[in-house]
Nanobody, 122 residues
Framework: QVQLVESGGGLVQAGGSLRLSCAAS????????MGWFRQAPGKERESVAA????????YYADSVKGRFTISRDNAKNTVNLQMNSLKPEDTAVYYC???????????????WGQGTQVTVSS
């Protein structure tokens, strides 16, 4: 069982930066791929970024490539999403997620956090 708690959301102006963090409980954190999804009002949830258990493989949605960076610290059971050059269209609730592999995570993660709101003003 893995429990996930996100933090770091907030309001920022376009062009600004935010750093989201996800704290995971459970002894087997370092065996899970981790990722971030987001859901904007009236839209379906979409994948944003993912990272393998070892941190050696990453995935980014085309819409965030070059602006967002995912990282993890297995010693601290945390995964982070550094978001730079934010745009109003990045406004959404951001969710942390976990599953055994990146492929499984991107299809249908086993574990979800409660979400954190990110609002980017123009």
């Amino acid at each position: 069982q893995v429990q996930l708690v996100e933090s770091g959301g907030g309001l920022v102006q376009a062009g600004g930066s935010l750093r989201l963090s996800c704290a995971a409980s459970g002894r087997t954190f370092n065996t899970y791929a981790m990722g971030w999804f987001r859901q904007a009002p009236g839209k379906e949830r979409e994948s944003v970024a993912a990272i393998s258990w070892s941190g050696t493989m990453t995935y980014y949605a085309d819409s965030v490539k070059g602006r967002f960076t995912i990282s993890r610290d297995n010693a601290k059971n945390t995964v982070n999403l550094q978001m730079n050059s934010l745009k109003p269209e990045d406004t959404a609730v951001y969710y942390c997620a976990a599953d055994h592999t990146i492929n499984l995570l991107l299809r249908d993660p086993d574990y979800w956090g409660q979400g954190t709101q990110v609002t980017v003003s123009s």
